[in-house]
């Protein structure tokens, strides 16, 4: 089993920053992307993610500049760095790790978190 754990939501003020983290652990065996998503009206829309390698992509076009990802591979951690928020960045944040277990190698699976939430008070 993977658990994925984030921290980090809370409320804050319009401009006010927070960082997010997300640790994922258990029986993995190989981790490939890991990344942010926000809770939309229908689906979980991405925000960033990051590979094994660093490279990042944002997916969606409102936080390039303002928020950072970044992670330590080591402790199959993530952050989300959030600076100059908005209200509309208000939601719940789910982080999710693209991860084979030792139990199936061969498989990558999509695991969740059970989201943290962020609210942006103007």
């Known amino acids: 089993q993977v658990q994925v754990v984030e921290s980090g939501g809370g409320l804050v003020q319009v401009g006010g920053s927070l960082r997010l983290s997300c640790q994922a652990s258990g029986t993995i065996f190989s981790v490939d992307n890991m990344g942010w998503y926000r809770q939309g009206p229908k689906m979980r829309d991405l925000v960033a993610y990051i590979?094994?390698?660093?490279?990042?992509?944002y997916g969606d076009e409102s936080v390039k500049g303002r928020f950072t990802i970044s992670g330590d591979n080591a402790k199959n951690t993530i952050y989300l760095q959030m600076n100059s928020l908005k209200p509309e960045d208000t939601g719940v944040y789910y982080c999710?790790?693209?991860?084979?277990?030792?139990?199936?190698?061969?498989?990558?699976?999509?695991?969740w978190g059970q989201g943290t939430q962020v609210t942006v008070s103007s």
């Open positions: 999710a790790i693209d991860a084979a277990t030792t139990i199936q190698v061969t498989r990558v699976y999509r695991h």
């Open positions: 590979t094994p390698d660093g490279t990042t992509n």
